[in-house]
């Protein structure tokens, strides 16, 4: 007979806690006998994805469509989006198309905090927010929001945790702030006719490849024989279908890759100095997670102060990041600056770049360095100590 140990059961028990970043499956789910209303005629992205969403709920799951324009068919929808001229959550309808409308979904605060608690109230016809003087707390994005940016609003972070039950409040919070500047900020954005290209700027090139246009595209032409093909209703459903893939794929990336990865680089920044004293060279163990976004943000949060008049007490900016490639080697790059892709705060010594192998070893006089981009924003050497080095030689060049 066989005996379990403490450490097999607590082994067992760790299996059977479910990853906070595993999506859940959602078989269990019943179809619910609710009904979702929405216009008729042309389709747009913002009413295909704010049906997708509301069908990822268990209350609405798999929910009927009525698209229709008249209000007597549309009155005893339990549920109504992107027609009727009513913005009201109580009501539980959501059309963002009458006069004095201005709603708009708001940024996290200067904290990084969640700051949506003004998100969720109620307005009446004309757009009125019963809470107004809470918007002044925080920042709103370029664009008023779209049928799909009210639902988000209302339902987004239910979505999020229909799929991924276990996530902290935290992360919840970034996850949902996250998928709106990621994916639904362009969905309102195209919607409500905000140009992308600032006035007084040409347009270089037009791009047909996001997801409005690909909705777009399912609609019937205007010479299309109507009796060889899909319904107007089959093609909205297929239109809705395509919306929450590209959803599922952004939220998925968000939690399941940027999230744990954010972990890895804020404990790395907060152990900065236990690798050089500035506290400008940055280590990470884990080579290839995505880094440089949440280094901006988590620096301001841990490195950067700021006083009373805005002024930057302490700015010692990090400089370089360490970290393995897939073969082992370990790099050293430069930062750049925020919203730069090939300006660095600093770059690795003009003498060091586009030299390799022993030559580089030679002038650097650092054992196991192996190469210098020409541009000088990275570097490589055999080991973690040679890296550091490459680093903290960087360092000290004006």
Known sequence: MSTTTDKDNNNNNMEQIPSPFKRAKLDHLMKSDKTIGTHSGTFQADEAMGVWMLRQL??????????????????PLDIVLDVGGIYDHSLRRYDHHQRGYDERFYTLDKKGEDDDHHLHETTNGDGDNNNNNNKKSSSSCC?????????????????????????????LGYAYHQLYK??????????????????????????????????????????????????????????????????LQVMTKIIESDIPARGLVEKAILERLRHDPSGRIVVFRDGGMPWKKHLYDLERQHVLRVDNHGKEEQPQPILFVLYTDQG?????????????????????????????????????????SRFCHAAGFIGGNDTFEGALQMARVALQQD
């Open 58 to 75: 268990p209350e609405y799951w798999k929910a009927q469509v009525i698209r229709s324009r008249d209000k007597t068919v549309l009155d």
């Open 143 to 171: 664009t008023k929001l779209s049928a799909s940016g009210l639902i988000y609003r209302h339902y987004g972070k239910d979505v999020i945790r229909t799929y991924y039950p276990n996530l902290s409040e935290s992360d």
């Open 182 to 247: 990621t994916l639904l900020e362009a969905l309102d954005a195209i919607d409500t006719g905000v140009e992308m290209v600032p006035p007084g700027v040409t347009q270089v090139y037009r791009d047909a490849t996001g997801l409005s246009s690909r909705v777009a595209r399912w609609n019937p032409r205007w010479n299309e024989n109507q009796e060889d093909s899909a319904t107007p209703d089959e093609r909205f459903e297929t239109a809705s279908r395509l919306c929450g893939d590209d959803f």
């Open 328 to 368: 082992g080697m370990w790099r050293v790059q430069a930062v750049t600056v925020e919203g730069k892709a090939f300006e660095n705060r600093r770059s690795l010594p003009r003498a060091w770049r586009g030299v390799r192998d022993e030559d580089l070893i030679g002038i650097s006089r650092i054992p196991g």
